[in-house]
């Protein structure tokens, strides 16, 4: 059965059932089902039957799911776009793809394009509105090897990269989902990340497909704790998917805890490093929940390794796993010739399965250098470090994110994780400080639990001392900075770009 039909079953099962709710609207299964049907048949009677994608614009609206699978059920990928994206990227988004139709849910913003014709949030409640003949819309869905979404990421020339996710692709995610995470029909998942951030496709579609209610927090609520959390207490939530960032930054109030959250059953986290000591609260915090760590480029629709964080991984690992693949994927671990290393060794991170996007649209050139074929089968090398022990893979950082320092080539990311052992440390960024293009040293932004120090600097020679135990001296940052919290992304993700210009301003 395809992703949309499994979708539109609980229309006839459970018709009063929320589908998907914000902090002050929701939408039944039957709504959904009849606002993407309606929304389908416009978009096919006005546009044909051709197959460009639509852009969608707004943030956590309901009428951002309606919109999604009313253009999946017209044939055409989605295109989610986030309302805080500049307009000059959002530009370059719709050159690159082609796509003819924008359809914005979004009552805050005003868009002005002369190069794609619009639907502001008045019309399409017209469409939403008018009823339809919507027979034999199914011989119209997205199927197969067609694109069911396009995620733009970040490219290193400054240019956005369209990820093309095909039906089959969400759908080896989607069974993976169902049948290694204990998912159970009904259940009330937290939807954190935006629709532009590919981590929102684990909590959506798991809980769409499974008959469950979506409760989205919306950017507005991360800066207002107190509202953050009493929204919290009355969502009852059972299923947690997030950055490890955001659960951080959620751990820094002592109320997050199972009495916060009495039926939590599961936390899913990706897109960033888990670190042990986070992941020890939340077992302690919740210990009727089990905390799962993943691993995925959203080149290999969301995650493709998995491990459930026990007390034995904890005792075993200071730098937890990040898992074992998925049963229908196949990770190999590869030096710079693409020759496959023994466990135990680095090398660059390859990920070979049905879940492997099929390319980055109108890119030759970037998909012909990140993407192959392994023994008939699609591989993506994702430019990142890892390697195997006992079975588990770990990862080591972006080899993109290697810097040179005195004669030495260093991962950022490697010094971070050792960082991220010392019991006093809750946050931590590297940044490397660079003059004419050579790095000449390394800042380290922290934020520490409650310590026993005075000054600053007493609590930075302790802990240069302690990284001193298993981390060379030219590893070690020189200078440390201490902070309250760390500023995130809009993903949820620590925000980098912003740190340096707070500290280099």
């Known amino acids: 059965m395809r992703i949309i039909e499994k979708i539109d079953q609980w229309a006839k099962k459970s018709p009063n059932t929320i589908a998907f709710q914000n902090s002050t609207t929701s939408i039944s299964y039957k709504d959904l089902k009849e606002q993407s049907d309606f929304l389908a048949k416009w978009i096919i009677t ?11 614009f707004g943030h956590m609206q309901t009428e951002m799911i309606s919109t999604f699978l009313g253009c999946v059920k017209s044939g055409r990928a989605y295109i ?20 003819k139709l924008l359809i914005s849910p979004s009552t805050d913003i005003e868009l002005n394009f002369d190069s794609i014709e619009m639907v502001n949030n008045e019309e399409l409640q017209m469409i939403f509105k008018t009823p339809s003949v919507t027979n034999n819309l199914e011989e119209h869905f997205v199927k197969e090897d067609d694109n069911f979404y396009i995620i733009y990421t970040s490219g290193s020339t400054g240019d956005p990269k369209g990820v093309q996710i095909t039906e089959n692709c969400l759908k ?42 979506l409760i989205a927090i919306e950017k507005s609520m991360i800066s207002r704790p107190k509202v953050l959390f009493q929204y919290l207490a009355e969502s009852n939530i059972e299923v947690w998917t997030s950055t490890p960032s955001f659960a951080d930054m959620c751990m820094m109030n002592p109320d997050f805890n199972e009495k916060l959250l009495p039926n939590m059953k599961t936390f899913l986290f990706c897109g960033e490093v888990l670190s042990s000591q986070s992941a020890k609260q939340l077992t302690t915090r919740f210990p009727n929940a089990t905390v799962f760590n993943t691993y995925g480029p959203t080149e290999a629709t969301v995650a493709v390794t998995f491990v459930p964080i026990t007390e034995d991984i904890l005792n075993q690992y200071t730098t937890l796993p990040i898992g074992v693949p998925k049963e229908d994927t196949k990770i190999f671990i590869m030096d710079e010739n693409g020759t496959p290393l023994p466990e135990g060794e680095k090398g660059e991170i390859v990920i070979v399965g049905p879940s492997v996007s099929k390319g980055y649209l109108q890119n030759k050139e970037k998909t012909e250098a990140a993407f192959k074929t392994i023994n008939g089968m699609k591989a993506y090398k994702t430019g990142d470090s890892g390697y195997f022990e006992n079975g588990q893979l770990f990862y080591n950082g972006r080899i993109d994110l290697q810097i040179k320092l005195h004669g030495y080539r260093i991962e950022i990311e490697d010094i971070e994780n050792n960082i991220r052992k010392l019991p006093l440390i809750k946050s931590v960024v590297v940044i490397p400080e660079m003059k004419d293009g050579k790095c000449t040293d390394l800042h380290c932004l922290v934020v520490v639990d409650e ?24 590893m070690i940052p020189r200078k440390f900075s201490y902070l309250t919290s760390l500023p995130m992304t809009t993903n949820g993700k620590v925000d980098r770009k912003k740190l340096v210009e707070q500290v280099y301003q």
């Open 80 to 99: 989610p776009v986030d309302e805080s994206i500049p307009a000059d990227r959002l530009q370059k988004m719709i050159q690159n793809s082609g796509a």
């Open 172 to 213: 080896s995610f989607v069974n993976w989902m169902e049948k290694d995470f204990g998912l159970k029909q009904g259940q009330r998942f937290l939807n954190q990340a935006p629709f532009s951030f590919d981590l929102s496709v684990m909590d959506l579609y798991p809980s769409l497909v499974t008959g469950g209610t």
């Open 46 to 56: 006005n546009y044909g039957t051709g197959s460009e994608p639509i852009i969608v």
């Open 451 to 474: 310590n026993d120090f005075e000054k600053e600097y007493q609590l930075t020679n302790y802990l240069k001392k302690q990284l001193s135990d298993f981390m060379p001296t030219y």
